[in-house]
């Protein structure tokens, strides 16, 4: 069992950062990928990024590709959305999930687990 709890969501002007934090407990955080996912009001869930056990493997929507940064920090139980250059598009409920695999995936039903999400608006 993985419990995620994702913050640093908020309210941000067109081209500012925020920086979504993940936070794991359950197992060992170092045995599974990490998935960013957001979902719009009235659109389906997305794939964001996603970054393997290792942080070896990483994959971006082409969406989010050059602004947005996953990482992972194994020891602090942590994963990591950093997100530049933000655009009223991007406003979402974003989520992080893990998926207990070495193997990446941008498709949100291979994810076992799922944080409760937090919101991310950028006004224009």
């Known amino acids: 069992q993985v419990r995620l709890v994702e913050s640093g969501g908020g309210l941000v002007q067109a081209g500012g950062s925020l920086r979504l934090s993940c936070v794991a407990s359950?197992?060992?955080?170092?045995?599974?990928?990490m998935g960013w996912f957001r979902q719009a009001p009235g659109k389906e869930r997305e794939f964001v990024a996603t970054?393997?056990?290792?942080?070896?493997?990483?994959a971006y929507a082409d969406s989010v590709k050059g602004r947005f940064t996953i990482s992972r920090d194994n020891a602090k139980n942590t994963g990591y959305l950093r997100m530049n250059s933000l655009k009223p598009e991007d406003t979402a409920v974003y989520y992080c999930?893990?998926?207990?695999?070495?193997?990446?995936?941008?498709?949100?039903?291979?994810?076992?687990?799922w944080g409760q999400g937090t919101q991310v608006t950028v006004s224009s």
């Open positions: 359950g197992r060992a955080f170092g045995t599974y990928a």
């Open positions: 970054i393997s056990w290792t942080g070896s493997r990483i």
């Open positions: 999930a893990a998926r207990m695999s070495a193997i990446v995936t941008t498709d949100s039903d291979d994810y076992d687990y």
